[in-house]
């Protein structure tokens, strides 16, 4: 059973940083991803990276926000700066094993995380 754990959530003002890790309990992803879901809204597909190394990010945090990933320790990070209220939301980490031409989509990802709260304050 793979297993997704998130950490790195917590509240900031506009403007701060705050990182998000996510321990994998293996490591054959094809793709590994962070989407977010605010109350009343759908889950959307924030960053993604590939086992190749390239990555995909919705515009709104293009430019702010960088995926990296450590596979000697089956870690995947969101770094994200310049936090915008907008960005408050439940982050999921999240793990791909087939290839998709859809990397947002929220059904092509096998695995999922509990989430961890990121709220950012005016």
């Known amino acids: 059973q793979v297993q997704l754990v998130e950490s790195g959530g917590g509240s900031v003002q506009a403007g701060g940083s705050l990182r998000l890790s996510c321990a994998a309990s293996a490591s054959t992803f094809n793709r590994m991803g962070w989407f977010r879901q605010g109350v009343g809204k759908e889950r959307e597909g924030v960053a993604v990276?590939?086992?190749?190394?390239?990555?995909w990010y919705t515009d709104s945090v293009k430019g702010r926000f960088t995926i990296a990933q450590d596979n000697t320790k089956n870690t995947l990070y969101l770094q994200m700066n310049s936090l915008k209220p907008e960005d408050t939301a439940m982050y999921y980490c999240a793990a791909a094993r087939a290839r998709s031409l859809f990397w947002s989509r929220a059904r092509d990802y096998d695995y999922w995380g509990q989430g961890t709260q990121v709220t950012v304050s005016s």
């Open positions: 990276i590939n086992s190749d190394g390239n990555t």
